[in-house]
């Protein structure tokens, strides 16, 4: 670390600090993310060369690429503060990602810049995941069952596509963020990221399939301003 | 061809350092000792991965003490993940292939015994030969450094059939640098091989004694001239596929990448490459290949045979055409590798037949040798328990040959473990009988000191016994329809096979372990076994003329003169002796049984 | 010793024998209307195979026996007819039952390979990828669309790299991960290879062959027997090679119809 750069976060430390003092809870940025048009159809997931998986499902799950709620609301956005916030140091805790019944739980999993994630095997078959990073180190490893969660670490900021290489279908994301402004929506596509101190911030959402839509906000003092996305969803 | 006069100028001094002597000697038998141990380290580390992979094949997923220490990656907890296994499969193939079946019956001890053999001094570039060994233990050290970069050894098996082997490292884990690394480790390992092949023909077309005519030359000495000549062949078609392969990874090139590939979503930047080119290049070595590794274990077993029996053979000259039939045969049978491979079908008939023909040469040697055990005085002692036990070995490993030659029946029986038991019976534990008969029988000749003879039988009964609980149950597996290079058995017609798996896994261990007794009685032999006189068999070819250990110049600066072939055994002589040397001038007298 | 070695050849030969007599292990049976043909030959070929392995085990047993350690007692006896006799039995026999067998086993090979599919034949294709099938039935117009490589997804599930936006052929294509077909209906399959190379290998249905990236190959068969059947890969193809797999669901023609309507209607 250069000389600049620990001036710089000592800077930041000290801003921080003076914000704590300020006030407690800081201000929020919350609201909705929809889309418009038709999204394409979600198409079923066919187990069967994977029976003790198919058995876990009366109907068959389906893909999630493009996850929709009621009114015409997207789920499974990540929102986040691209530009404006400090860097946060890593969380202790650690994000867990599971593999059960051949699918990824969460489907996107969100954390922090150097924060540890663990990948945890619960199904009777051996699992492979292997994220597929541009900027990050890639890596490959396969999860036999029964054996120790795999724990890893990202040092830079990316949506990482993660596969299986046994279960073609098995599909999911990592998400890895500057810092801890930031949310996934849930069914009914509401987000809301709150201590922020007063500051001029990027807030953009990202969707996997539709890729991602800023838009500029300014907070002060312990406001909550309402920022909404909406997405073009294609039939195909 | 006639007499010829072989004088062969002394071209090199004694050694005079320990280097020179010991380490970088030009001297052919310190590098066939070379090569030999060279085998031996490698044949324990070919063995070691099987145990590793016999254990997670009998116990999918139960977790082996300390090989999360060797691989954390490939070994979570010390459960064996599937690419580990298909890397370790693809180590123990390459490994005992190249490295144990290719250097000890034909590099070890025909370097040792060739030039003695044939009368030589040495052979005609010693300076090549010494490369050859360090070449070839380059390729070794490079091969094994693929466990030690990130991904780990490649795992497209020891035949890398491409796109799998030449797209890098999208194909999966260990494609990228140790797919590379195998590669290089095979090209380098192909100069070794024909530096030495060149060497093995020269010696025996220009360096023999007086007297020494071709028809004369023992029955080994022929083996490793007509392995020789394939190797020539043979590896200089690898070296470029590997080169190619090589080049497909590093240069951009698209030798074997076809266009439109996609993996993991992402489109391969190749085009224009052919899929099969790489398995008509890799199958016009490697079958050849696997007569590389089981014509001098022939040669071996015969002459090991021919001097136990006390009788010549049947027909040597059978022998030998057969040799030579099968080497010359085994370039027109490869693509009976590739009957369901795409190619056009054909060519599989036409591959077929030549096939077929292989078995003629093959039921000659084996009739052979059992008829001309009709009315000998055979010697058992491990030698010849070996050799023995290689004939029951080749013929239960041939005659499955009778179906995999056939393209119909090869819809069932191609890549299931029917062929992995064929060609391990033959080219493996055959060869391997054929490399321990070697040993026994020659170990004094090398060492200056007998092999214990009890350890020996038993380290013969429990590995003879122990290989056919191995491999016989292969050939059930692979009737079965049981794929080969399964990490695991989920298919539900694969499952009912799990428990002869299991016992396959423990007749491994078992046989494995044996082989224990033969390192002990190599070792202790080699420090503290009986000195051994010049001629302990009674044998009659020149290896036998000299004392044990030869000295650096073989014959002692003196040039043999020879008067008989190899086979004067059973003959009656002034001296009482059942056998005349070849160096001796006596005549054999009337009477004797050969009559 | 010799007596010792020679009761134990014979015993390992005996006891290989015995599972294949007592046929402890079989594949699948049969379900095909080609395969009987291969098992004929499979058969033979085990009886050829099986009398050469005992004669010559027992033979090398017996002499074994015999001549362990014997001294020598007046004349050497010489096998009767010696090498000439051996080789020349070695020529005829063998060379006749290699023969009988190339040419038996042709006519197997040539009814699997060299006959066309028939006019009628059902095509479906399938797609051989890291690490499991797919595939794909034309659909009402009886078209497949064209594959776009660059556009496969699997998280999307766009296995075959589909363009319904532009491709009107592809709009009714049918792609699954289990392969049903009407009993007794000759199947045309158009083999498609993905990424590396992979095998069909259905054992009960005696077909096996290889997928060639870059090289698109067809086989035709016709099944006899409803039921659920594994089809496998045989080709080396990466850490998930043992993994994969597929079923294959053999339907009378009305399940079958009934199956395509519900997967059509699910894509």
Known sequence: MSKKHVVLAGAVMLAASAVALAGPAGGTVSGKVTYEGTPAKMKPIDMSKEPSCQKMYTTPPTVETVVTGSGNSLQDVVVYISAGAPDDAAPSTAAVFTQKGCRYIPHILAFQVNQEIKIVNEDQTSHNIHPLPKVNREWNKSQPPGTPPISEKYDKAEFIPVKCNVHPWMHGNFAVLKNSHYAITGDGGAFSLGNLPPGKYTVTAWQESYGDQSQEVTISGSETKTVNFVFKAKPY | ?595 | MGKFLAVTIIVIAIASAIPVVMHTWEPPADISTHGHLIDSQRDDTMIEAGVSFLAAQILLAIFIWQFAGSKREGKRKTFPGGAKGLVGAALVLVGAEVLALGAFGTKAWATVYFTPPKADAMPIQVQAGQFAFYFRYPGPDGKFGPIHPEMINEGTQNLFGLDPEHDVESRDDIVTAEMAIPVNKEIHLLMHAKDVSHSFYVPALRVHQDFVPGLDLSLHFTATQVGKYEIVCSQLCGLGHYNMRAYLEVMSQADFDDWQKKQAAAQ
């Not at chain 2, 260990?174 to 797919?179: D, I, M, V, Y």
């Not at chain 2, 003879?464 to 050939?475: N, S, W």
């Not at chain 2, 073989?554 to 002034?574: I, L, M, S």
């Open chain 2, 1 to 595: 061809m006639h007499e010829v006069s072989a004088a062969p100028a002394a071209h090199h001094g004694p050694p005079t350092t320990f280097i020179r002597k010991h380490v970088f000697s030009t001297d052919h038998k310190v590098i066939g000792i070379q090569y030999y141990h060279l085998a031996l380290v490698a044949v324990v580390v070919g063995m070691v991965l099987s145990w590793l992979m016999r254990i997670h094949l009998g116990w999918t997923n139960a977790a082996i003490p300390g090989l999360q220490a060797l691989s954390a990656n490939g070994a979570p907890g010390g459960v064996m993940t599937p690419e580990y296994y298909l890397q370790l499969m693809t180590m123990h193939a390459t490994i005992m292939v190249f490295f144990v079946l290719t250097t000890a019956p034909f590099a070890a001890f025909g370097n040792y015994f060739l030039p003695i053999q044939t009368g030589a001094e040495d052979m005609p570039f010693p300076h090549f030969n010494m490369m050859s060994f360090w070449v070839t233990l380059t390729g070794f050290l490079v091969l094994v450094s693929a466990f030690f970069v990130s991904d780990g050894p490649p795992l497209a098996g020891w035949t890398s059939y491409a796109p799998l082997s030449a797209i890098g490292k999208a194909a999966g884990p260990g494609q990228g640098a140790g797919q590379v690394i195998w590669a290089t480790a095979l090209g380098i390992f192909c100069v070794g091989q024909l530096l030495g092949a060149l060497n093995f023909i020269s010696t025996v077309l220009d360096m023999r004694c007086k007297g020494m005519t071709l028809s004369r030359l023992p029955v080994s000495a022929w083996a490793w001239f007509i392995t020789s000549c394939m190797g020539l062949t043979a590896f200089a078609v690898l070296m470029p596929a590997c080169i190619l392969l090589i080049l497909d990874h590093v240069a951009g090139t698209s030798f074997f990448i076809p266009s439109g590939l996609v993996i993991n979503d992402q489109l391969i930047p190749h085009s224009g490459g052919s899929t099969l080119l790489w398995q008509h290049l890799f199958w016009f070595f490697g079958h050849p290949e696997v007569y590389i590794a089981i014509v001098p274990g022939m040669g071996i077993v015969t002459h090991v045979l021919v001097t136990n029996m006390r009788r010549p053979m049947l027909s040597m000259k059978a022998i030998l055409y057969s040799m030579w039939a099968l080497a010359f045969l085994s370039y027109m049978v490869y693509g009976h590798h590739m009957f369901v491979s795409g190619m056009n079908p054909f060519s599989s008939l036409v591959f077929s037949f030549p096939t077929l023909m292989i078995t003629i040469p093959s039921t000659i040697v084996v009739l052979i040798w059992i008829g001309s055990l009709y009315g000998s005085q055979l010697r058992i002692n491990t030698a010849s328990l070996f050799a023995l036990g290689f004939i029951s070995m080749f013929v239960s490993g041939g005659v499955s040959g009778f179906f995999l030659a056939q393209p119909s029946i090869d819809i069932m029986l191609h890549a299931t473990y029917f062929v992995v038991g064929h060609f391990h019976m033959v080219m493996g534990v055959a060869a391997m009988f054929g490399i321990f008969s070697g040993t026994y029988f020659w170990f004094p000749k090398m060492y200056g000191r007998m092999m214990d003879e009890t350890l020996g039988k038993i380290h013969f009964w429990l590995t003879f016994v122990g290989t056919y609980c191995i491999f016989m149950p292969f050939h059930y597996l692979g009737w079965a329809g049981n794929v080969r290079r399964y990490a695991a058995f989920t298919d539900d017609y694969l499952k009912p096979l799990i428990p002869l798996h299991q016992f396959i896994s423990v007749a491994a261990l078992f046989t494995g372990a044996v082989q224990l007794i033969f390192i002990y009685n190599f070792i202790n032999s080699r420090f503290r076994g009986a000195p051994a006189p010049p001629n302990p068999w009674e044998g009659t070819s020149l290896e036998w003329i000299m004392p044990s250990p030869p000295p650096w110049n073989n014959f002692g600066g003196k040039d043999p003169v020879v008067y008989h072939d190899a086979e004067q055994y059973g003959v009656k002589t002034a001296s009482g002796a059942d056998y005349i040397m070849q160096n001796s001038p006596e005549q054999a007298l009337p009477g004797g049984d050969g009559d």
